[in-house]
């Protein structure tokens, strides 16, 4: 346990150096005192499990890494390897999105050629089309606050979409319904797991 204990130390004085940091710096973000911080670099104590998790999060890296007595150039390998995935998936959630974006292009390219009235609305159609794509990969692989945002993006440009689509009923009263259902989407995020 001695060992461990060491490893841990070591990996996280060196993480905090290597992203140019203080002490007390650190002691701000994670809201400890840097006298804790200090004793968790030196191996007098452990910071526990949660406190863990929150450091590996804060500076990018696994649970393993932090544990792991392999020299750091081994270990930046594993992290570079963790962040060829975070960018994959950022990449292919852009590329769903822009097929909502290629195939409305494609239909108001085509209304155009032929003749019929121009669904420059499909453009309109595309953002809360894009924020459900968004949503799905989210739920995969992204934080529940971004969750947030894309369901208030949709809500919103959903309203937008109906008013624009009836422009002719006058439905402005339409973006009254927006307003439970933000209260709503607040409070869900509020939720904890």
Same mark, same amino acid.
């Given at each position: 346990m001695?060992?461990?204990k060491?490893?841990?130390?070591?990996?996280l004085a060196f993480l905090r150096k290597k992203n140019k940091m203080t002490q007390l710096e650190l002691a701000e973000k994670m809201n400890y005192s840097d006298k804790?911080?200090?004793?968790?670099?030196? $191996?007098d104590t452990l910071p526990d499990i949660e406190v863990l998790h929150k450091l590996a999060e804060y500076y990018g890296v696994? @649970?393993?890494?932090?544990?792991?007595?392999?020299?750091?150039?081994?270990k930046e390998k594993l992290f570079s390897i963790k962040n060829q995935n975070k960018s994959n998936q950022i990449i292919i959630t852009c590329l769903a999105v822009s097929f909502v974006w290629i195939l409305a292009t494609i239909?108001?390219?085509?209304?155009?050629?032929? $003749?019929?009235?121009?669904?420059w609305m499909i453009f309109l159609w595309?953002?809360?089309a894009s924020?459900?794509?968004? @949503?799905?990969?989210?739920?995969?692989?992204?934080?529940?606050?971004?969750s947030f945002y894309i369901m208030s993006i949709l809500t919103w440009s959903l309203l937008a979409c109906f008013y624009m689509q009836f422009l002719t009923y006058n439905m402005f009263l339409i973006f009254v319904i927006g307003i439970p259902i933000q209260i709503a989407i607040i409070l869900w995020s509020q939720l904890k797991k």
């Open positions: 001695e060992n461990l060491q490893v841990i130390a070591n990996n804790s911080i200090s004793k968790w670099e030196h $191996g696994t @649970l393993d890494y932090l544990v792991n007595d392999q020299p750091h150039e081994e239909i108001f390219v085509y209304s155009n050629f032929a $003749g019929t009235p121009k669904y595309a953002i809360p924020c459900l794509i968004l @949503l799905y990969f989210n739920k995969i692989w992204g934080k529940k606050i971004f």
